[in-house]
């Protein structure tokens, strides 16, 4: 079944196994990292299995996406949500007869159809997309998943499966108890995503940021990306500034109404609009398997977040790039964020653990697979640390002059002030307060602005500062601070480099290969065509909108890559790529076959 719909030879880590722990009757908690293969592990028990799937989800998008999928691919699936009366009433027929594997519901839509679902349809599984907003420890807190305890209650012998990307061992704990789950079967897959690039850029104000995004984008002039934002007039401004450079963008947040959301959203699918500046709430409605790229404008609020956001890249398993831009700016707002929230240590903690992610000199993916307990010891060769080590030199007298600076002020001042009084700067604070008669004044005016800000932000990571959040981000000095400015430690910084070009690694890159399995008898020396990925993406493209699909359904980034390189001339060998199922060979093969072979589709 695997192969003949969904087109793979083999399962992935973990999926096997709890396929056959629910088609054995038994509960199953699954924990897998976006686009790890989560929808398989209930889709083939559906069709493995007699009656139907029920699949409780959240977003409305989500589903519409999904069944979209499933019927590509020639499984019978439908969502019960709509309000189109005529709509639900072919819906409910079609789920009465038996005629579908697998129906889609939301958990407020579950509540009122706890009936028609008992009366009406043999269930043989219910599964819970995103779980963790089951418990009052998930990230996104939903009251409707709370009372999904009622399964349990009324469909006692029917197995339930919860799957999620984003449970720690607590969140975890609270799902089993919330479904009353008393005899179940725990999955951890690998949080590792190798085809993800890692890249944290610190400290560039806001033209450097832009002029790398815009080189960047244009430098992957087909590639679709997502741009994440801190605030809704963020991602308003990022995407007028795109715009101005030539880049047709747009974007998406909660302020906007329901009808404008959807319309951006449904674009973004169908490869209309390639790039959406968005805040947070973009992403978890969206199963687009061909986003090749995401950008954090500012620093996430904890590792668990970025970790979901940076997850919808890359979803078809072919290479894609992340990365992450913060400042000093970026860790005071979000650490005032904090403190002002309902769980202050918590989410002080979580802050802690992204800052150090960012800060850290040693392999990204090593940073973030330790912290979901997935030990790596080795480094990854796929993020800017291990392909760019950084420069160090001895920046004990810089440190010194900031030091000063705030000493001789009575440690009452902000980062901004001290940088005004290390450029020597006549600013109204500066001369109101005096500080233009202080030794220290215009020690620094060597330095640029740029600088002297991402040194300071070194200083405050190194330890050297503490800033006061509380008291007008005045600035104290510590200990260790201390021991450098009067002489008992060296302080190492490291280079300033805000180059608004991507730089070639220094170390050889590791470059992620797709897994392009040798076919039949097909002549290939495993070289891509890039001309034929772009007539097949065309080709794609008029598939899926003769069909009204966004084209990721029709074929992933990934099966394009492979045919590409491998070229099959027949059906017969086309039908050996990864994720080129039976349905999708009979529909689609013919016309990817001849194009491949040269002709005009």
């Known amino acids: ?74 499984i019978e699936a439908e969502s019960m949500n709509s309000n189109d009366a005529n709509r639900e009433a072919i819906v409910r027929m079609k789920a009465e007869r038996g005629d579908l594997k697998l129906l889609y519901i939301s958990p407020e839509k579950l509540q009122t159809e706890l009936s028609f679902i008992g009366n009406k349809l043999d269930v043989s599984l219910f599964a819970i997309d995103e779980a963790h907003c089951i418990s009052q420890w998930g990230h996104d807190f939903r009251p409707e998943y709370t009372q999904l305890s009622v399964l349990k209650q009324h469909f006692p012998k029917v197995p339930v499966m919860a799957l999620t990307a984003t449970a720690d061992k607590i969140t975890r704990e609270d799902i089993v108890k919330q479904l009353r789950l008393t005899k179940y079967r725990e999955f951890v897959s690998s949080f590792d995503r190798p085809n993800l690039s890692l890249t944290v850029k610190r400290g560039y104000n806001g033209r450097e940021k832009l002029s790398f995004i815009v080189n960047f984008i244009k430098a992957r002039p087909f590639d679709a990306g997502i741009i994440y934002c801190l605030s809704r007039k963020n991602t308003e401004k990022m995407a007028n500034e795109l715009r101005r450079k030539g880049i047709k963008a747009e974007y998406y947040h909660a302020g906007m109404n329901g009808d404008e959301r959807d319309a951006v959203q449904e674009r973004f699918k169908r490869d209309e609009t390639l790039v959406v500046c968005a805040t947070i709430a973009f992403g978890m409605g969206i199963d687009k398997s061909n986003v090749r790229w995401v950008i954090h404008s500012n620093m996430p609020k904890s ?81 800017d640390v291990c392909q760019n080590p950084p420069q160090r030199f001895d920046g004990t007298r810089l440190v010194q002059m900031a030091l000063s600076a705030f000493r001789r002020t009575g440690e009452t001042i902000s980062v901004s002030t001290c940088i005004e009084i290390l450029k020597g700067m ?41 800033i006061l959040y509380n008291e007008d981000n005045i600035v104290k000095i510590t200990p260790l601070g201390e021991d450098v400015l009067f002489g008992r430690s060296q302080a190492l ?36 065509d890039k001309q034929l990925f772009e007539r097949l993406r065309q080709l794609r493209l008029t598939c899926a909108n003769e069909e009204g699909f966004p084209p990721y359904i029709v074929f992933s980034d990934k099966v394009l890559h492979s045919l590409a390189t491998i070229r099959p001339t027949t059906l017969e060998q086309m039908a050996e790529v990864s994720g080129v199922g039976e349905f999708k060979l009979k529909k689609y093969g013919p016309k990817f076959i001849k194009v491949i072979n040269g002709k005009e589709y």
């Open 1 to 74: 079944m695997l192969k003949r719909y969904f087109g793979y030879e083999s399962f992935r880590e973990h999926q096997e196994e709890i396929i056959r722990t629910v088609m054995n009757g038994e509960d199953a908690i699954v924990l897998m990292p976006t686009g790890g293969g989560k929808s398989i592990c209930y889709q083939i028990p559906a069709l493995a299995m007699d009656g139907t799937v029920v699949v409780v989800s959240p977003l409305i998008s989500l589903m519409r996406d999904q069944v979209a999928t499933l019927r590509a691919n020639g």
């Open 303 to 383: 590792i668990e977040s970025f970790y979901q956001e940076i997850g919808r890249a890359g979803r078809d398993g072919a290479p894609a790039d992340t990365i992450l831009f913060y400042s000093l700016a970026d860790i005071i707002q979000l650490e005032r964020f904090a403190r002002e929230s309902g769980q202050m240590e918590v989410n002080l903690d979580k802050l802690l653990r992204m800052r150090q992610y960012a800060e850290a000199p040693v392999c990204r993916r090593r940073i973030l697979l330790n912290y979901f307990n997935d030990p790596f010891d080795h480094d990854c060769g796929n993020c």
């Open 426 to 466: 006549f600013t109204d604070v500066v001369v109101s307060e005096h500080y233009n008669e202080l030794k220290t004044f215009g020690v620094g005016r060597d330095y640029s602005l740029r600088q002297w800000n991402d040194y300071l932000l070194q200083m405050y990571q190194l330890g050297y500062i503490e």
């Open 493 to 528: 910084l490291s280079v300033v480099d805000h180059s608004t070009k991507e730089k070639k690694p220094k170390q050889k890159k590791q470059h992620l290969q797709l897994q392009i399995p040798i076919v039949g008898s097909v002549k290939s020396e495993k070289v891509e």
